[in-house]
T-cell receptor
Framework: GAVVSQHPSRVICKSGTSVKIECRSLDFQATTMFWYRQFPKQSLMLMATSNEGSKATYEQGVEKDKFLINHASLTLSTLTVTSAHPEDSSFYIC??????????FGPGTRLTVL | AQTVTQSQPEMSVQEAETVTLSCTYDTSESDYYLFWYKQPPSRQMILVIRQEAYKQQNATENRFSVNFQKAAKSFSLKISDSQLGDAAMYFCAYLVGNQFYFGTGTSLTVIP
């Protein structure tokens, strides 16, 4: 149980375009979902926390207008990178939880902006 | 501020031997959880072991065990009988109030 999926696993886009990444909890209802960014050989950096039906809470330094997060249901959260630029290229990981004792991680999405 | 420190960026171990990865954390909370995650080249985060702070007994999962020293705020991971498949990046993490704080990671190499 507690499986989280992400789609797509890899995406390549042109500079200036927008990209949407989906995060789904497949066998549980996630009251909270989290989005992380990971640069090569570095740790996970929390970008934002989203609760179903409410606005996401962004970490300091994360542009909310650039990284749009929607948590429309208890099983789906989306991250949209708007007007992507090469510096947005990274590995994006989501996680989901239903309580405060554990999070379940998705397999990640590798974004490359040309 | 909550911080998690992994002082060993890289470690190596001979296959079948034992290795210990260190982790310290800083917190003023009394109720929290500690985790070790493994991230292989696939980048999928895999839970290795978890410890509730209120439990004095050290957690164990097969070849993986922890040495949890609450007063010292230390949470080391011991891998016994190391296998080639254990090679990965290992992250120590601290969870409080539904928010994770990750260490910077230790890259473990297993030498055949």
């Amino acid at each position: 149980g507690a499986v989280v999926s992400q789609h797509p696993s890899r995406v390549i886009c042109k500079s200036g375009t927008s990209v949407k990444i989906e995060c789904r909890s497949l066998d549980f209802q996630a009251t909270t979902m989290f989005w992380y960014r990971q640069f090569p050989k570095q740790s996970l950096m929390l970008m934002a926390t989203s609760n179903e039906g409410s606005k996401a809470t962004y970490e300091q330094g994360v542009e909310k207008d650039k990284f749009l997060i929607n948590h429309a249901s208890l099983t789906l959260s989306t991250l949209t990178v708007t007007s992507a630029h090469p510096e947005d290229s990274s590995f994006y990981i989501c996680s989901a939880s239903w309580g405060a004792t554990e999070q379940f991680f998705g397999p990640g999405t590798r974004l490359t902006v040309l | 501020a909550q911080t998690v420190t992994q002082s060993q960026p890289e470690m190596s171990v001979q296959e079948a031997e034992t290795v210990t990865l260190s982790c310290t954390y800083d917190t003023s909370e009394s109720d929290y959880y500690l985790f070790w995650y493994k991230q292989p080249p696939s980048r999928q985060m895999i839970l290795v072991i978890r410890q509730e702070a209120y439990k004095q007994q050290n957690a164990t999962e097969n070849r993986f065990s922890v040495n949890f020293q609450k007063a010292a705020k230390s949470f080391s991971l011991k891998i016994s009988d190391s296998q080639l498949g254990d090679a990965a990046m290992y992250f120590c993490a601290y969870l409080v109030g539904n928010q994770f704080y990750f260490g910077t990671g230790t890259s473990l190499t297993v030498i055949p």
